[in-house]
């Protein structure tokens, strides 16, 4: 199983970019999907998630600024990003789980090497 993440880099405040997952070894469209981003020092944190029917849910943190969207023909799973803030920076994770992911403490099955995004003021 592979998770790999692209799109990250560095990008001014009121920025935006577009994180790509793409997954191979599993059968995507059975698998809610997520992003997770870490800063230094800092836990892991839930960002965004989508279920297998494409239903979404947010930290509110992120709520109108992010969007997670899946293509399950591409077996990809992405994260839209816009109005970037320095307080985004950090190294953000794709995660997969056949249970769905709901929460900070859902199950994840599997989980991408990661990606830094790093936003500058």
């Known amino acids: 199983v592979q998770l790999v993440e692209s799109g990250g880099g560095l990008v001014q405040a009121g920025g935006s970019l577009r994180l790509s997952c793409a997954a191979s070894?599993?059968?995507?469209?059975?698998?809610?999907m997520a992003w997770y981003r870490q800063a230094p020092g800092q836990q892991r944190e839930l960002v965004a998630a989508?279920?297998?029917?494409?239903?979404?849910n947010y930290a509110d943190s992120v709520k109108g600024r992010f969007t997670i969207s899946r293509d399950n023909a591409k077996n990809t799973v992405y994260l839209q990003m816009t109005s970037l803030k320095p307080e985004d920076t950090a190294v953000y994770y794709c995660?997969?789980?056949?249970?769905?992911?709901?929460?900070?403490?859902?199950?994840?099955?599997?989980w991408g090497q990661g990606t830094q995004v790093t936003v500058s003021s």
């Open positions: 995660a997969a789980s056949r249970l769905g992911i709901t929460s900070t403490r859902s199950r994840v099955d599997y």
């Open positions: 989508i279920t297998m029917s494409a239903s979404t």
């Open positions: 070894g599993i059968i995507f469209r059975l698998n809610g």
